[in-house]
């Protein structure tokens, strides 16, 4: 990753944008993504390195996502939508609705990257008219699991989303704080199931790898 800071007065102050790269020859990437962040934001607008675990489990899966509709929950910086864009999905990049500063990134960054996503406000567990016209193959969600108040409305929205649309998926990268108890405790209590479970670190490149820290999972949850 590689970051400039906004010296031309383009960006707000403190914002800086990112680049992030994928494919196998760092010195000639296949894709590069422009991220703009803000270092005074501590949620919305920073890239959390669960998004970018999920961002490339996208790119090396990339096939998967071409002419997929795709939504992101609490997207922030929206790596992840980006490259599902980018490769072919037909994105909506969702964050809560009060967050008008990271809706707007949202739209920035799309044309940062020349990409039309639909952006949108959803709020965990509030179920506003823009919720019902939503029918995703694939939800995302990067570092969505942080806040145990957060769960039961997160959980929601996601189990609402995978029954509107039979054969979807969710798919999240989290940081593992409790070892697979929390995974299990809400599969049970939500009636999903997860079909997949991997370190991050697994499938990362080691260029990715070594700028990361911590006990990162991908996991892939569907209805039972
Ligand atoms: C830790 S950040 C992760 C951002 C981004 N996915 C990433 O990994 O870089 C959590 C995101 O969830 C969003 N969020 C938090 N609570 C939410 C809620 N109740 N409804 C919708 N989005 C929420 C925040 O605005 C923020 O963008």
């Not at 995978?162 to 940081?175: C, D, E, M, N």
Request: hydrophobic share 40%; proline share 4%; net charge negative.
């Amino acid at each position: 990753m590689e970051s400039n800071d906004s010296d031309d007065g383009t960006l707000p102050t403190m914002s800086t944008i990112s680049r992030h790269n994928f494919g196998d020859n760092p010195e000639k990437p296949d894709l590069c993504i422009s991220v703009i962040e803000n270092m005074k934001e501590d949620y919305g607008l920073f890239v959390w390195p669960c998004s970018i675990v999920l961002a490339e489990y996208i790119w090396q899966q990339r096939q998967r996502f071409s002419g997929t509709s795709v939504v992101e929950l609490g997207a922030g910086t929206s790596l992840p939508g980006l490259v599902a864009a980018k490769v072919g999905a037909d994105v909506t990049l969702t964050d809560d609705s009060s967050r008008l500063e990271v809706l707007d990134n949202m739209r920035k960054v799309c044309d940062l990257n020349k990409l039309k996503c639909n952006v949108l406000g959803l709020t965990w567990g509030v179920w506003d008219s823009s919720i019902f016209n939503l029918q995703a193959k694939v939800i995302l969600g990067a570092d969505v699991l942080y806040d145990s108040n957060a769960f039961d409305d997160l959980f929601a929205t996601v189990t609402f989303l995978l029954q509107k649309s039979p054969g979807s998926v969710f798919i999240t990268a989290y940081h593992n704080r409790s070892g697979h108890h929390l995974i299990e405790f809400l599969m049970v209590k939500w009636g999903l199931k997860c079909v997949k479970l991997l370190d991050g670190f697994s499938f990362l490149p080691p260029c990715k790898a070594s700028m990361l820290s911590g006990n990162i999972q991908l996991a892939e949850i569907t209805l039972i």
